[in-house]
């Protein structure tokens, strides 16, 4: 028979089989929690912080990857959960590219939708010093902007796990902690496949897709250039 554990999260009483997180049981009583980092059955590994609750511990816990206990009472709300959500998303925006009028998740970007859910607008509060990375755009199809990895590892999931290639992967150390290839390589020089999971799976424009249309513009108008347009190969009948 299987283990159900019973557990009340914002006063709402529920009840789960052992081993779910708090962030599934409270979706299973109706109850959202803020996730970046989280991505389901792929990449549970407690990163971003933002789903932090309050379990009566001595400290806020991840509910992400925190197992539910039987008498478990969860706060997922309150004034001190936000406050402490909300200095988590201002230490990430501290090492962030801020440039969003000109990038390419503007408006989709799930970083700039959750200043906007716990009302954060001073994105310059902690100043320092910020990371400066060149961007990669050599692949064909995938650009990387490591200045506005947030090292989620949304993207190496997605392309270790959900696909299989594993061509990234975190790097360095602390401050210096970056996503990338071994031995630094861009993306064009591994066996990246161009599949595009890595850019579904990133929550920022630190991964998008490579926007060709002015290159094959200027191809087209380029009178020095010949463009050969090849005919599609003829279906033959079996
Ligand atoms: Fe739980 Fe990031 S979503 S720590």
Known sequence: MENLVKLTIDGVSVEVPAGTTVLEAAKKAGINIPTLCYLKDINQIGACRMCIV?????????????PVANGMNVKTNTPKIREAR????????SNHDKKCLDCARNQKCELQQMCQDLGVDDVDKYK???NEYDID?????????????????RCVAA????????????????FKTKIGSAWEQPLN????????QCIAACPTGALYEKDSTKAVWDLLNDETKTVVVQ??????AA
């Open 86 to 93: 909300r200095v988590n998303l201002e230490l990430l925006l």
């Open 128 to 130: 320092g010093k910020m």
């Open 159 to 174: 392309c270790n796990n959900t696909q299989a290639v594993g061509v990234i992967g975190p790097m360095g150390r602390g």
């Open 54 to 66: 309050d379990t009566g511990a001595r400290a806020f816990g991840a509910a992400c990857v925190l």
């Open 189 to 196: 020089d591994v066996a990246c496949i161009n599949c595009g």
């Open 231 to 236: 005919p599609a190969p003829a279906v033959r």
């Open 137 to 153: 755009d050599l692949s064909p199809s995938i650009v990387r902007n490591n200045n506005k990895c947030i090292l989620c590892r």
